[in-house]
């Protein structure tokens, strides 16, 4: 039990640190377009890189979970709530699935 909570407070302290440092470091504005447009786009492409690849293995087949990824990004770029975007893919998968166990 006392080496969860080790464990548990090297992280707190390991993902503090990530986080305080470069506040600490940084004083005043940043004034380099392409370190800002970095420092922007980090957030983007490191959820992307984590639930892309959650996305595609989560159902039984690929093609089921290409059809939901799509209808997701569909009904997002039309500028649906994430609750709709959300209910619209899990349909999608849903009735994919169907079809596939209703055709093989």
């Given at each position: 039990?006392?080496?969860?909570?080790l464990?548990?407070l090297i992280?707190a302290?390991?993902t503090?640190?990530?986080r305080?440092?470069?506040?600490?470091?940084v004083?005043?504005?940043?004034?380099?377009?392409?370190v800002?447009s970095f420092?922007?786009?980090v957030?983007?492409?490191v959820l992307?890189?984590?639930t892309?690849?959650?996305?595609?293995?989560?159902t039984?087949?690929?093609?089921?979970a290409?059809?939901?990824?799509?209808?997701?990004?569909i009904v997002?770029?039309?500028g649906?709530?994430?609750?709709t975007?959300?209910?619209?893919?899990?349909?999608?998968?849903?009735?994919?699935e169907?079809v596939m166990?209703l055709?093989?």
């Amino acid at each position: 039990m006392n080496d969860i909570l080790l464990y548990i407070l090297i992280m707190a302290g390991v993902t503090y640190l990530i986080r305080m440092i470069p506040l600490a470091l940084v004083k005043g504005k940043i004034e380099s377009r392409f370190v800002r447009s970095f420092i922007y786009y980090v957030p983007y492409a490191v959820l992307s890189a984590m639930t892309i690849p959650s996305i595609l293995y989560s159902t039984d087949g690929i093609l089921s979970a290409v059809v939901g990824l799509a209808v997701a990004v569909i009904v997002a770029w039309f500028g649906r709530s994430l609750l709709t975007v959300a209910l619209s893919a899990c349909g999608a998968v849903l009735a994919c699935e169907i079809v596939m166990m209703l055709i093989g």
